[in-house]
């Protein structure tokens, strides 16, 4: 059974207890990447690697497909819903029967992609293996452990996935060769992590797959599109680069990539304060805990950017080895990225859902996505676009996101001080 929360003091230790989870689990994902990672640039060489970085951001659209935006909605839902099991566990069960469906419709997609595409013909198997171990990720229920508030149980399973998975990373990988072994273990390491999170979902919190319409199915999928189709528009600045510079700088993947994992894994530590947050606004509506956080960290944060911009060309070549020439000018051109993240991740989805603007959320995503589009086009046709030039307009696209959120909350807050005055 999943107790009720009671009183806001209990609110705030679970929040800082989730929180913790949270970091713990997001810095596992980059403590083992940054470990893994420069093992796997110098083992594979910058363009096995930019191959392994090329699937990698096309599976980010996949994971995204077969999220479609359920870590918002659903987590959203579970969290007005924690104290009743049987609601919780048709949330759970609409979640995941639409999922399987957007897993076929993945795969369907992947062949359909792969007839047009030399490379991934040609890695067809490659592919198919990364696609299995984001549709297994997909499935792990952590949209319901965090509606509930509960990230103890499967943060330990994931860290545990993740050890595996890196030692044996250590053990399997020994030559370019060896890049298969990146999406097997993977597979394996997805695998543990699900069977155990759906496990002890159901004997501890009795929450488990129920029979039920296949309407209900349909209607979370309609519901959680918005929240789909913002990150959708949000990756055309993040993953999308990627892709782009396959077809016009493919030599300079695997640097953009690299330097890219160290911006990753500084927003890492980012990350869990929004994600934690987020069911606690809804209910809560605390905005001077909103205010507070930036006071703190905005600091911290802006100083350590700092010390990154200065450092980068030697921090690059301690952490990827001397191969990676660009990827010191590549991380400067991400850190404005860096600096802009936390007011952003802040005022979008905890800060507007609290107000009642949650929709704006997603629309600031749909317009920085064009701007940045304009952006490629205007930069491409100077003859200037290639993996620098990127990395800034990655950080101009971010810039754009904020503004657009600056603005609607400011605008919100007049209109209901207004309203109450």
């Given amino acids: 059974m999943i107790k009720k929360m009671r009183g806001m003091g209990d609110e705030k230790k679970t929040l800082f207890k989730n929180t913790l989870m949270l970091y713990i689990l997001r810095f596992s994902t980059y403590f083992f990447g940054f470990i893994t990672v420069p093992y796997e640039t110098r083992v594979l060489g910058p363009l096995v690697y930019g191959k392994v970085a090329a699937a990698m951001a096309l599976m980010a659209y996949f994971r995204m497909l077969i999220d479609f935006g359920f870590l918002l909605s659903a987590t959203?839902?579970?969290a007005h819903n924690h104290d009743d099991t049987k609601k919780v566990s048709v949330i759970f069960s609409?979640?995941?029967y639409a999922k399987v469906l957007l897993i076929?419709?993945?795969a369907i997609i992947l062949v359909g992609v792969s007839y047009f595409s030399p490379e991934l013909r040609e890695e067809g198997m490659f592919y198919f293996l990364f696609l299995l171990g984001t549709a297994i990720n997909g499935l792990v229920p952590d949209f319901v452990y965090r509606g509930i508030q509960q990230m103890g149980p499967i943060t330990f399973r994931v860290v545990i996935s993740r050890v595996v998975f890196t030692v044996?990373?250590?053990?399997?990988?020994?030559s370019p060769a060896d890049y298969m072994m990146i999406p097997l273990l993977n597979i394996f390491g997805s695998l543990l992590a699900l069977v155990w999170a759906l496990v002890y979902l159901k004997r501890n919190y009795g929450i488990g797959l129920k029979l039920i319409s296949p309407i209900v199915v349909f209607?979370?999928?309609k519901s959680s599109s918005g929240?789909?189709?913002s990150r959708i528009a949000g990756s055309l600045y993040t993953h999308l680069n990627v892709l782009i510079l396959g077809g016009v700088a493919p030599a300079s993947r695997g640097d953009y990539a690299a330097a890219s994992k160290l911006l990753t894994t500084g927003q890492s530590g980012l990350g869990p304060i929004s994600d934690s947050i987020y069911p606690y606004m809804t209910k809560n509506k605390d905005f001077k805990l909103i205010k507070k956080i930036l006071v703190v960290f905005m600091p911290i944060i802006t100083i350590g950017c700092a010390i990154a911009y200065i450092f980068a060309d030697p921090l690059t070549k301690f952490v990827f080895g001397s191969e990676y020439v660009e990827a010191g000018a590549i991380l400067k051109g991400m850190m404005p990225a860096a600096v802009l993240t936390l007011p952003d991740y802040l005022l979008g989805f905890p800060t507007m859902t609290a107000l009642g603007i949650t929709e704006q959320a997603n629309y600031s995503v749909y317009f920085s996505s064009v701007m940045h589009i304009i952006?490629?086009?205007?930069?491409?046709?100077?003859g200037m676009l290639n993996a620098v030039s990127l990395s800034w307009l990655l950080s101009l696209a971010t810039a754009w996101d904020l503004a657009y959120r600056v603005y609607h909350v400011r605008k919100r807050?007049?209109?209901?001080?207004?309203?109450t005055s």
């Fill in 76 to 78: 959203q839902d579970v």
């Fill in 94 to 96: 609409a979640v995941q």
């Fill in 104 to 106: 076929i419709l993945s």
């Fill in 168 to 174: 044996l990373i250590f053990v399997f990988l020994k």
């Fill in 219 to 221: 209607e979370n999928l």
């Fill in 227 to 229: 929240f789909f189709l």
């Fill in 375 to 382: 952006a490629l086009i205007i930069v491409y046709n100077l």
């Fill in 413 to 419: 807050w007049r209109e209901l001080n207004k309203a």
